[in-house]
């Protein structure tokens, strides 16, 4: 458009200034025109002169010669000759008229001349004597006219070839410029349109406007889904943010606040008071929750634009409300745990079923219209008995279902049983729900039968806190740490076998040393303390009643007292026990003389064996060294119902006997057979 | 020399937590008012470099209590403190003339930069 317009003034330029050039070009020839004029008068003088001179002379010839040459001349319209000796006038060409306008002139010059009739008076010139002839001389007018037209063609034309040039030259300048202009609009388009590609493939809703209000058209795609706009030039801000005339109002106040210097300074800080950070977009479907930021757009230290980046947090928000609700299940799970590790099992067990009594007179009640005062009484009692233990107890989720369900029969006390009934049965089920997942854990943590656990609570509490932080999110990990807390410290695994060994130097007055345990700290799972009970237990038997020789045979060894060692230790794969003692080790003559003794072996059978072969006779069945069984060595459970324990886990049972110095014996199980 | 400070607040609390606060950072906490007539009239007497102004408070709210400061002194520089639920009341105070806010409840930091920048 523009370049147009001025191609219009350029061509409107070439032509005033060839206009021009012409006007002076025609001044200049009228210019000449009356020189010409000047000259003619001049020449008619001359001519008149001439003729008289010629035709004096009798000369007649000679004047034609001159008229013929006159003839010639451009400027040259006719003329009129009078000849007194033949009483002739001539006019030359034949039909020439004298214009008046000639003839005045000739008059003022001294003749009279009288046209068309060719009556010629010349009486002035006969006054002087010898002229004979007169001649009236016209200039022809349209001559020079058409020469000074023909003059200006020709300037017109040579203006015209100069000017083309320079008119295509200016022409094709334009055109180029014209044509860059258009490149650098396309490249313009290119780059508007490839941010136009970008804003539509952002997540975030964008559009931009400025100070004074005014909405700007460009604006991402997700834009026109999140408000639901789709033509933002022409919309106003209570369409695109769907709101109030006084959020609206506040809206523009906070706009007119930020737009000045002091406060742009600090857009963070002050974007704060914006009434509109959050929507509701109802749209179709479901409610989507929008957040709205602003972003200030400073050009010269001015704000100049304001972008709105609105994003749909709807799913992150649910996300988040998700996690706080498995975070809460998780705490909430946590603290069962923590309630049933925290108080013995028989007042445990007194406390849930004493809730379980209660939790079925609850199912009781089929209609809470129908309930007698007396029966409200009792649930009233029942409820705060439960809430008061519960909350003893530490199962605070139980506790705060209980007051719930109070609140409830308060309720409907007070005559609102009709929306309070649907209320009630919910949390009545969830009461009921909750006493299950006590339960549940319950069984989990009591399943090996112990009275309390030995839970690990720095442990526990380390625990608590990363799941509450957040650092702890996945539910298996935290399952397995869990699993890890039901653990106890080695030294007090082995407790019980100090009370034996105790037991033993008591009865027998012997000399034997505590139980010596090598790995008092290593930490030992409550599934693997199972696994490993009955048969430490034997074998700490087995070293006192077997073992260890009773102290005078020791001191004829000149062995000092007796020593029993163990050790606990874990690999990735497996769970060890080590337990070794400072005796006689096992004979193996004496083992097989036994074995065949009992009919285990034959005689011949038993001389064919190893040493270890001998050794391993001791895990046959029906084998036993000692008679009857005492209170130390058991009850009949022989090395192979140890054995047959451990392979039960896959596991593996090893002796090391050195003859008179002691035996070492190591049970080895893998851990996932376990787990 | 240190700034000069008048602390308005209804809160006995509130006034406490920015004094120290104020005081802690090395500024020289003048006055306490606890209603805006007072914060008024406290502002004339004791002529301070700045003041904290809550929004709401008996007699006299915050924001009137901005626009009589202002209209006696121009160059007043007020600092609101208010809830997050008053942001039209901030901005109307800002709008009178106070040149910054801090939102309750806030740590002595924050306060301070709104201090810190309304001094400017």
New interface residues.
């Given amino acids: 458009m523009r370049q147009r317009v001025l191609v219009l003034i350029i061509g409107l330029l070439v032509v005033s200034v060839t206009s021009a050039i012409a006007v002076l070009a025609y001044m200049s020839r009228q210019a000449t025109i009356r020189s010409l004029r000047e000259q003619q008068d001049a020449l008619t003088q001359f001519a008149v002169g001439t003729v008289e001179l010629g035709v004096s002379t009798g000369r007649f010839g000679t004047v034609q010669k001159f008229l013929s040459d006159l003839a010639a001349n451009p400027l040259f319209a006719g003329a009129i000759i009078y000849d007194a000796d033949s009483d002739v006038l001539l006019s030359v060409p034949d039909d020439f008229e004298i214009p008046s306008s000639v003839e005045q002139e000739a008059l003022t010059t001294g003749g009279s001349v009288v046209a068309g009739d060719l009556a010629y008076q010349a009486e002035a010139l006969e006054d002087q004597g010898e002229v004979i002839g007169y001649l009236l001389l016209a200039v022809s007018f349209e001559s020079i006219n058409r020469e000074a037209r023909g003059a200006l063609v020709v300037t017109a034309l040579v203006g015209f070839l100069i000017l083309l040039p320079v008119t295509i030259i200016i022409a094709w300048i334009l055109t180029w410029m014209e044509k860059r202009l258009r490149e650098r609009e396309l490249r313009l388009a290119e780059v508007n349109r490839e941010i136009e590609i970008m804003l539509n493939n952002l997540d975030e809703g964008i559009f931009t406007f400025s100070p004074s209000g005014t909405v700007n058209a460009q604006h991402s795609s997700r834009a026109r889904q999140l408000f639901g706009i789709m033509d933002f030039e022409n919309a106003t801000f209570s369409q695109i943010f769907d709101t109030d005339h006084d959020t609206i109002a506040?809206f523009q106040?906070?706009l007119?606040?930020v737009s000045t210097p002091?406060?742009l300074a600090?857009w963070e800080?002050?974007e704060?008071?914006?009434?509109i950070r959050e929507l509701i977009s109802e749209g179709d479907g479901r409610p989507r929750i929008i957040t709205v930021r602003y972003r200030p757009i400073i050009e010269d230290d001015s704000l100049k634009r304001i972008m709105v980046l609105a994003s749909d947090v709807t799913d992150q928000r649910e996300a988040e409300a998700a996690l706080n609700a498995s975070k809460r299940d998780r705490e909430s799970e946590m603290a069962r745990i923590l309630s049933l590790v925290q108080n013995d099992r028989s007042s445990l067990d007194g406390f849930l079923e004493e809730a379980k009594q209660h939790a079925d007179r609850l199912l009781t009640i089929e209609s809470l219209a129908g309930t007698s005062d007396d029966d409200w009484t009792d649930l009233c009692r029942d409820l705060h008995t439960l809430k008061g233990n519960a909350g003893s107890f530490g199962f605070t989720e139980l506790e705060s279902i209980a007051h719930r369900l109070e609140d409830v029969i308060a309720s409907v006390r007070e005559g609102k049983e009709a929306q309070e009934s649907a209320k009630w049965n919910e949390e009545r089920d969830e009461l009921l729900a909750e006493l299950d997942r006590i339960e549940e854990v319950r069984k989990r943590l009591y399943s090996s039968g112990h009275d309390r656990m030995g839970i690990d609570r720095r442990g526990y509490e380390r625990l608590l806190s990363e799941i509450r932080d957040d650092e702890l999110t996945d539910t298996r990990e935290i399952q397995r740490q869990l699993w890890n807390l039901d653990a106890l410290p080695f030294a007090t695994f082995c407790e019980r076998y100090q009370r034996i060994l105790e037991l033993y130097r008591q009865r027998h007055d012997a000399r034997i040393d505590d139980l010596q345990v090598d790995t008092p700290d290593q930490s030992i799972h409550r599934t693997f303390c199972d696994v490993f009970d009955d048969c430490v237990m034997h074998l700490v038997r087995n070293a006192l009643a077997h073992g260890i020789e009773k102290d005078e045979v020791r001191e004829a060894k000149n062995k000092g007292p007796g020593l029993i060692r163990i050790a606990y230790e874990e690999s990735a794969e497996t769970a060890q026990i080590t337990l070794s003692d400072n005796g006689g080790g096992i004979d193996p003559e004496a083992i097989m003389r036994i074995a065949v003794e009992r009919r285990i072996i034959t005689e011949e059978e038993g001389a064919a064996l190893s040493e270890d072969e001998r050794i391993e006779l001791i895990f046959r069945s029906g084998f036993s060294t000692q008679a009857e069984a005492n209170d130390i060595s058991g009850r009949g459970v022989g090395m192979d119902a140890v054995r047959t324990q451990i392979e039960e886990y896959g596991g593996t049972i090893a002796l090391d006997s050195q003859l008179g110095e002691g035996l070492t014996v190591t049970l080895t199980v893998p851990k996932n057979a376990v787990r | 020399m240190a700034h000069k400070i008048l602390v308005c607040d209804d809160s006995m609390f509130m006034r406490q937590k920015i004094k120290q606060a104020l005081q802690d950072a090395g500024y020289e906490v003048v006055g306490e008012a606890e209603t805006g007539v007072e914060a008024i009239a406290k502002y004339q007497e004791l002529a301070p470099d700045l003041v904290t102004m809550d929004v709401v408070m008996p007699e006299m709210s915050g924001v009137d209590a901005v626009h009589e400061i202002m209209r006696g002194d121009a160059e007043a520089c007020i600092v609101m403190c208010s809830a997050l639920a008053q942001k039209k009341l901030v901005t109307d105070a800002l709008q009178a003339g106070a040149r910054d806010f801090v939102v309750k409840p806030f740590d002595d930091s924050q306060l301070l930069s709104a201090v810190e920048r309304a001094l400017q």
Avoid: D, G, I, K
Avoid at chain 1, 272 to 275: A, E, T, V
């Fill in positions: 506040e106040q906070w007119a606040l002091r406060f600090n800080h002050f704060q008071l914006n009434p």
